[in-house]
Nanobody, 113 residues
Framework: VQLQASGGGLVQAGGSLRLSCAVSGSDGPFSAMGWYRQAPGKQRELVAWVSGGQTNYAESVKGRFTISRDNLKNTLYLQINILKPEDTAVYYC?????????WGQGTQVTVSS
C-alpha cells in the first residue's frame, strides 16, 4: 500500500488549502483513514479521521477542517479553512487495517501571519 500526499503550501492566515492523499496498492477497505500533523519540536497529533462512516476531529480544528474521501478515486482529502499560524506543520495521511498501518510522506503547510 502506498500513500501520496499533496496540496500543501505557503498561505496567509485566513486562507484555505485542500490536501489530498492518493492511496494505491490496496486490495480491500481500511478500518480507518486519517490525517495527522507534526509541528517543529512537537509530537505528531491526529487532527481528523474517518472510520465506520463517521468523521472525527481534534478539538483544535473543529469547524475549520473537513475530512472526506472519494472511494472511486481512492483519495482522502482534508479541506482546511481559516488557516492559523499554529496550523503550520507537516501533514501526514494514514490508513490502517487490522495491525497494518500505512503512512504517506507528508506535505508541508506553512501559514504566515
Amino acid at each position: 500500500v502506498q500513500l501520496q500526499a499533496s496540496g500543501g503550501g505557503l498561505v496567509q492566515a485566513g486562507g484555505s488549502l485542500r490536501l489530498s492523499c492518493a492511496v494505491s496498492g490496496s486490495d480491500g477497505p481500511f478500518s480507518a483513514m486519517g490525517w495527522y500533523r507534526q509541528a517543529p519540536g512537537k509530537q505528531r497529533e491526529l487532527v481528523a479521521w474517518v472510520s465506520g462512516g463517521q468523521t472525527n476531529y481534534a478539538e483544535s480544528v473543529k469547524g475549520r477542517f473537513t475530512i472526506s474521501r472519494d472511494n472511486l478515486k481512492n483519495t482522502l482529502y482534508l479541506q482546511i479553512n481559516i488557516l492559523k499560524p499554529e496550523d503550520t506543520a507537516v501533514y501526514y495521511c494514514n490508513v490502517h487495517r487490522g495491525w497494518d498501518n500505512y503512512w504517506g510522506q507528508g506535505t508541508q503547510v506553512t501559514v504566515s501571519s
